[in-house]
């Protein structure tokens, strides 16, 4: 494994501690803060899906940053990969919780846990494989994840305090 693989391999590896950990403390954020209604746009408000999902989105975005700042010179396509990692670890949360919710017919604390961990390792690894295939800038494909994760932040800020009459709004 040469400088530039090692390289990727822990800025990966690196990421997923880094957004688990802030994800984890993140959870809790809203609330050491007194409920800080502008707290409250980036942090988890309840304990809906919904909620949980920024959990994953905004440090998978901080990280991404460095990731874009520090990866850019070898991985051209850094960007791209990060925002799609992002995307890609923000909605497996529903996907990993609704499914092993429908299988087993009730919720585990522990497994409710674990779907965000397991949720943040596929987006990492989601932009670890991108990292490796491409080798191009993607600057239409990074524009188009631009535009889904600014979609998203957008609705992650309306839906927080304005909440529609869906169950991924609602608490299990």
């Given at each position: ?19 688990s ?14 409920r ?41 396509a850094?960007?791209?990969a ?29 497994l ?61």
């Amino acid at each position: 494994m040469d400088d530039k693989e090692k390289s990727l391999l822990t800025s990966g590896v690196a990421g997923f501690i880094v957004v688990s950990i802030l994800g984890t403390l993140f959870h809790y954020v809203y609330e050491w803060t007194g409920r800080l209604w502008l707290i409250g746009l980036v942090f988890p408000v309840n304990e809906s899906t919904w909620e949980h999902m920024k959990l994953a989105f905004f440090p998978m975005l901080l990280y991404g940053i460095f990731m874009c700042i520090y990866l850019k010179k070898n991985y051209p396509a850094v960007c791209f990969a990060v925002l799609t990692g992002t995307i890609v670890s923000t909605l497996m949360i529903p996907i990993i919780f609704y499914t092993y919710r429908g299988v087993l017919g009730f919720g585990v604390t522990w497994l409710d846990m674990l779907t965000f961990y397991l949720a943040v390792l596929i987006g990492v690894i989601v932009e670890h494989c991108m990292l490796i295939k491409l080798e191009d800038d993607c600057k239409v494909g990074t524009t188009v994840m631009g535009v889904v994760c600014v979609i998203m932040a957008i609705a992650f800020f309306v839906f927080t305090y304005n909440v529609p009459g869906l169950g991924i709004f609602v608490a299990p």
